[in-house]
Every structure is written in structure tokens, then in C-alpha cells.
């Protein structure tokens, strides 16, 4: 069964700096990872789907990376923004013995003005 | 776009009684959809994959009783807490692939219900 960890479970930065959040996988048969944003008391939005074939994907301030071999996928956030703050939460489709999407615990981040 | 609505956003209701939660994709059609639940703290666990036409495929631990899945056409599926008691307070988030889709095309997700039961 795929297991998703997110570390750190919390941070907290100043505004401006850039950051990094960590995203581990335990099989690496997957289709595609996800990444999302959670707004307390919200719903989740996307941010970026980088499918099992690519290397990394980019939106704006924002570039996530997949290393499946590894199992490891990063989302960078370049000078960041109080509006960034949120839970942030990596998504895993396997493609293995789980064919389902299993979510990692989350990234809860705080931006400080 | 692919774009998941659900309705209500925010329920609030007694205990005991039953609560319809709808997901409807707006522009495209789903032969499949996905009802998660997310306790406090906790990441979404999937509790079960609904398939258009045929019944719910409940996860390990999660009463079907319980939470009853109707998925009547392509672009519409409901969960029904039923009985519903403060320990069913959550949120609840569905997703949907695409008909026809392929394995490797991602689950389009909708923005939650935040479920409070007194």
C-alpha cells in the first residue's frame, strides 16, 4: 500500500524568503503526484500534476519536482507571499498493487508579513 | 477547464438525521468519482470509488450503510449520511475522471462540504 509523508509538518517564514516543501512516496509505481493548496475551512485547489514521465512542472512562482525513482517530490515556492499561507498537500496516484490516490498528511505553512 | 461543483458547501444538521451531499461535473462527463473524507488534522482518506450504473466499492472500514453512494448518471453522484451523529462531522470531498479516461489522467477534485452534526 502506497504511503505519502510530508515533512516539515509545519513551517512558519518570513515574507520574501523562498522555501521548499517535501513530498516522499513509498512505491514508486505511480500515473501522476499532485500537488494542492488548502485554505483552512476550504476546499482544495490544484497547483501543479506532474505526470510519472516529466521532471517538473512550473506555475508561477511555483515549481514542483518528481523524482520517482526515488520516491521524493519537491515544491518550491519562490518569494513568498503572506497570501501563500496554507496547508499544502501532496497527492499520489499509484499505478501499482493501490491503484488509488493516497494524500499526504500536509504542509502547513505560514507566511509572516 | 474540468471543473467539479458540490452542493451544499457547508451543512450543518441534528444528529440523526440524513444529509444528501451532490458532485456534479460541470463540463465533461465521469464514469467515475471518488468521495473522500478529511478528519481534523488528518490527510483525505479515500472511502469509497463510485462507478456510474453500478454500485459503490467501499474502502476497508467504512460502513456503506452508512454512507450510501448513488451514482445515477455521468456527471452526478451523492453521498447520504445517514443516522448522521457528531462523530460524522467532517469534510468531504469528491473527485472525477474523466469517461473514458485513461489511467493516467488525473482525478478532478471539487471544493468540499463541511459537514457539523449536533
Known amino acids: 500500500k502506497q504511503e505519502v509523508t510530508q515533512i516539515p509538518a509545519a513551517l512558519s517564514v518570513p515574507e520574501g524568503e523562498n522555501l521548499v516543501l517535501n513530498c516522499s512516496f513509498t512505491?514508486?509505481?505511480?500515473?501522476?503526484l499532485q500537488w494542492f493548496r488548502q485554505d483552512p475551512g476550504k476546499g482544495l485547489t490544484s497547483l501543479l500534476l506532474i505526470q510519472s514521465s516529466q521532471r517538473e512542472q512550473t506555475s508561477g512562482r511555483l515549481n514542483a519536482s518528481l523524482d520517482k525513482s526515488s520516491g521524493r517530490s519537491t515544491l518550491y515556492i519562490a518569494a513568498s507571499q503572506p497570501g501563500d499561507s496554507a496547508t499544502y498537500l501532496c497527492a499520489v496516484d499509484s499505478s501499482g498493487g493501490y491503484q488509488k490516490v493516497t494524500f499526504g498528511t500536509g504542509t502547513k505553512l505560514q507566511v509572516i508579513p | 477547464g474540468a471543473v467539479v461543483s458540490q452542493h451544499p458547501s457547508r451543512v450543518i444538521c441534528k444528529s440523526g438525521t440524513s444529509v444528501k451531499i451532490e458532485c456534479r461535473s460541470l463540463d465533461f462527463q465521469a464514469t467515475t468519482m471518488f468521495w473522500y473524507r478529511q478528519f481534523p488534522k488528518k490527510s483525505l482518506m479515500l472511502m469509497a470509488t463510485?462507478?456510474?450504473?453500478?454500485?459503490?466499492?467501499?474502502e476497508q472500514g467504512v460502513e456503506k450503510d452508512k454512507f450510501l453512494i448513488n451514482h445515477a448518471s455521468l456527471t452526478l453522484s451523492t453521498l447520504t449520511v445517514t443516522s448522521a451523529h457528531p462523530e460524522d462531522s467532517s469534510f468531504y470531498i469528491c473527485s472525477a475522471k474523466k469517461h473514458l479516461a485513461g489511467p493516467t489522467d488525473t482525478q478532478y477534485f471539487g471544493p468540499g462540504t463541511r459537514l457539523t452534526v449536533l
Open positions: 512505491d514508486s509505481a505511480i500515473y501522476n
Open positions: 463510485s462507478n456510474e450504473g453500478s454500485k459503490a466499492t467501499y
